[in-house]
């Protein structure tokens, strides 16, 4: 069974850094792109940035590129978000997603392989 089990948030000041994990248990990690998507409060789930299988095809959300960078190591089972320059606009609960459908550009998640989720808190 597949689980999924972020790590890494709290709390920064604006400009800071942070780097979350997504560790994926189960078989055939190196066969899944992978995501993270990010809620905060009163807002819907929307999508951050996304990783193919190999590692060699990434997408990012306007909102997030030149400051966000997504990269995954296979041989750890583990996907990364390392986040540069933080706003509070930042400011949600951050998860991933793995084996969704990403074509081009757009990465269209699994509705069953979602994390539990971890806080990012940025202050202004």
């Known amino acids: 069974q597949v689980q999924l089990v972020e790590s890494g948030g709290g709390l920064v000041q604006a400009g800071g850094s942070l780097r979350l994990s997504c560790a994926r248990s189960?078989?055939?990690?190196?066969?899944?792109?992978m995501a993270w998507f990010r809620q905060a409060p009163g807002k819907e789930r929307e999508f951050v940035a996304a990783?193919?299988?190999?590692?060699?095809?990434?997408s990012y959300a306007d909102s997030v590129k030149g400051r966000f960078t997504i990269s995954r190591d296979n041989a750890k089972n583990t996907v990364y978000l390392q986040m540069n320059s933080l706003e509070p606009e930042d400011t949600a609960v951050y998860y991933c997603?793995?084996?969704?459908?990403?074509?081009?550009?757009?990465?269209?998640?699994?509705?069953?392989?979602w994390g539990q989720g971890t806080q990012v808190t940025v202050s202004s």
């Open positions: 997603n793995a084996g969704g459908t990403y074509y081009s550009s757009s990465y269209y998640p699994s509705p069953d392989y």
């Open positions: 189960g078989r055939y990690f190196n066969r899944y792109a």
């Open positions: 990783i193919s299988s190999d590692g060699g095809r990434t």
